[in-house]
Structure formats: C-alpha cells, structure tokens
Nanobody, 123 residues
Framework: QVEVAESGGGSVQAGGSLRLTCAAS?????QGWFRQAPGKEREGVAA???????TYADSVKGRFTISKDYDKNILILQMDNLSPEDTAMYYC????????????????????WGQGTQVTVSS
C-alpha cells in the first residue's frame, strides 16, 4: 500500500502560477498528475517515471512542468500561465506498472491516489 498526499492548491488569477507537491510513502515506478473539473472526465495532465519518457497533455504543454525531488521522494507539478480552464481538482497518482516507453496518463494504470487538491483560476 502506498499513501499519497497532495498539497499546494489554491486560488490564483489568470496568468499566475501554482506549485503542487505530492508526497508518497514508497518509491514507485511511475507518477502522474490528473485533474477533474465538475461535469468533466478526468484528464491525465502529466506523467513521469524511472523508465519511461515524460508526457504531457496537449492542453498544458509549455505551461506545466512535472518533476521529482528524488531525495525526498516528492512529485512536483509547476503550473505557469494558468487560465480559468485549468480550474479543477488535481490528483497525484503512483504506479508500479510498466506501460511502455511513454509514461502513461491513463488513470487506469495507477493504483494509488491522493485525496486531491483544488486549483481555482479566476479571470
């Protein structure tokens, strides 16, 4: 069992930045950030892992950066130039699966999830 906990959400104006962090109780193979807005399907935002290539959703490329502090085992999502369309609950997820050369943003491949942190962007 892997315990996962996100932090860093909040409210920001359009064009601003937020930094989300995710602490996990174990070292896993792949890590991802997902989001879900009210009335919308969950979206895989970004994913990284020790043996796969980092991937981003087209909607966040060039604005969001996923990274990891390996010393502290903390996953980070730096979000810049935020827009109201980024408003959602953001979730961190962890996986032991190998899903190919590209890190998967399919939530079905992740077995351990945090409770989520709310990000609200106002215009």
């Amino acid at each position: 069992q892997v315990e996962v906990a996100e932090s860093g959400g909040g409210s920001v104006q359009a064009g601003g930045s937020l930094r989300l962090t995710c602490a996990a109780s174990a070292i896993t193979r792949s890590q991802g950030w997902f989001r879900q807005a009210p009335g919308k399907e969950r979206e895989g935002v970004a994913a990284m892992g020790r043996d796969c290539t980092t991937t981003y959703a087209d909607s966040v490329k060039g604005r969001f950066t996923i990274s990891k502090d390996y010393d502290k085992n903390i996953l980070i999502l730096q979000m810049d130039n935020l827009s109201p369309e980024d408003t959602a609950m953001y979730y961190c997820a962890q996986s032991y699966r190998w899903t190919g050369n590209l890190c998967s943003r399919d939530g079905g491949n992740y077995g351990y999830w945090g409770q989520g942190t709310q990000v609200t962007v106002s215009s």
